[in-house]
């Protein structure tokens, strides 16, 4: 049966308009005023927002992160994108066996979400080691799997020094690929954590102060240097979290720089550093980049406002704090970095961005649901109101509050860092494809009805 939603306020990436949107079978059918159709079901969405799903192109789902699996996988972590109106995920692939090629990890995640997520899902391919075969293989993997992007880190164990990066960008720029970086400068980092815990300095509080934002400074400035040597390689800068960050993506925005794009996460929207100062509670934020300040917080507004930034994701990545977190309780460095937000982006978002003035609601659609769809291969298809696109609606009450808490999450993490925080905005309805797939929080999908995509060249690689 049609569906049909009747007086809404239907907002896209460039605008705010009463109307009514038509779906039939899986696709938008048709947008406008008043649209006839007496076979359909009607829902309506009088006095509320009806948005795009959103599109969250910065998940880990069932990560392998060392000695620490993320606690939810595909069909957990998928049910709570979904009850927080995101219906379509592109995860991060964690890394696979030392030297391995980079068909292991396509293998293994395919392995793992199908049949599982609830959601539209892709992935994005990791490079852990260069060589001739896996520069030849990044090209194999967009063409057969539509797999059109790669990450690559600049700390943690399975690094990727300068030489390194050049070549895969080179090659990247080559096969119209998109590269995601990590971005933060390892050797300051590994130095100050040692020395803090040689100090016995190991509480939480100390894990933004051995990850200051200026190590996520330089690695942006210098990642952005050599995508530009590259030949303006497609680059996209994840989780951006400080002021000073923020400035080394002004720099290269006034000088013209082609070709990349940078996001940032809801936890560096909302959340601040004097979550570290509880020495319990404090591991629950322990992720990286860490929170920053009041003053990064509204950096990050001013630039979204200002379109300095491109899209909000949440490098969703939860380990349970009763069991897993507590890795780090004599020593912050052992704890697994990571934490839940898939369900939190779209609430928060609106809550604090919209409703309070920051951005616009147009900007909101275009940071959460336009623009990583643009980025990463699957536009219009994705993250747009458009009569062909797939019908994935949110409708949104404005008017409803809420304050969130663990027990009405639906993951499988044993807390949410923005416990206890009140937003003002509360999501009624999820279609995914034309299907209700969520009403008033409660999930009404089935295990595996995500579809896998296949992506296209993104626009950042198309430039």
């Known amino acids: 049966m049609n569906k049909l939603i009747k007086n809404g306020m239907i907002v896209t990436d460039s605008e705010v308009f009463q109307g009514d949107l038509l779906i039939e079978g899986e696709l938008i059918k048709a947008i406008g005023t008043n649209l006839p159709d007496e076979s359909a079901e009607v829902i309506d969405a009088t006095g509320k927002y009806v948005i795009p799903g959103g599109v969250d192109v910065h998940t880990h789902m069932d990560l392998q992160a060392g000695k620490y699996r993320a606690v939810d996988d595909f069909y957990d972590g998928t049910v709570a994108a979904a009850c927080g109106g995101t219906t379509t995920i592109v995860d991060h692939m964690a890394f696979g066996p030392v030297g391995c090629s980079l068909w292991h990890q396509v293998e293994e995640y395919h392995r793992l979400a199908d049949g599982k997520a609830v959601v539209d899902y892709g992935f994005h391919g990791v490079i852990q080691h260069v060589n001739e075969s896996i520069l030849k293989e990044m090209g194999e993997i967009a063409r057969k799997e539509g797999i059109t992007s790669f990450k690559v880190y600049t700390t943690y164990n399975l690094k990727l020094n300068d030489d390194a990066i050049y070549q895969v960008m080179k090659q990247a720029k080559e096969d119209g690929i998109v590269i995601a970086v990590h971005c933060e400068n390892d050797g300051v980092i590994e130095h100050l954590k040692k ?269």
Not at 238 to 255: N, Y
Not at 405 to 428: F, L, N, P, Q, R
């Open 195 to 463: 020395a803090y815990v040689e100090k016995g300095c190991t509480q939480p509080k100390y894990h933004p102060l051995s990850r200051p934002a200026r190590c996520e400074a330089e690695a942006v400035d210098r990642l952005l240097h050599i995508a530009s040597m590259a030949g303006d390689a497609p680059l996209y800068i994840v989780h951006l979290s400080s002021k000073e960050g923020i400035l080394e993506v002004m720099k290269a925005r006034a000088a013209h720089q082609k070709n990349f794009a940078v996001e940032t996460c809801t936890q560096y929207l909302a959340l601040t550093d004097e979550m570290y100062e509880d020495d319990i509670e404090g591991f629950k934020a322990i992720l990286s980049p860490p929170l920053r300040k009041e003053e990064d917080i509204e950096a990050m507004w001013q630039a979204l406002q200002d379109n300095v930034l491109d899209t909000i994701g949440t490098d969703h990545c939860p380990f349970h704090f009763t069991t897993k977190k507590q890795a780090g309780a004599n020593d912050f460095t052992a704890c697994p970095n990571g934490a839940p937000g898939v369900e939190e982006r779209v609430l928060v978002v609106f809550s604090e961005g919209v409703q309070k003035g920051r951005i616009t609601l147009p900007q909101m659609v275009k940071y959460l649901c336009t623009n990583p769809s643009r980025m990463y291969g699957i536009y219009p298809q994705k993250g747009t109101l458009l009569p062909g696109s797939d019908a994935d609606v949110v409708i949104l009450d404005p008017n409803k509050e809420r304050t969130l808490t663990h027990g009405d999450m639906h993951g499988a993490s044993d807390y949410t860092c923005y416990e206890g925080m009140k937003v003002k905005g509360d999501i009624d309805l999820v279609l995914l494809r034309g299907n209700v797939i969520v009403k008033d929080n409660e999930f009404l999908g089935k295990k595996g009805d995500g579809k896998y995509l296949k992506r296209h060249k993104s626009v950042l690689a198309e430039a």
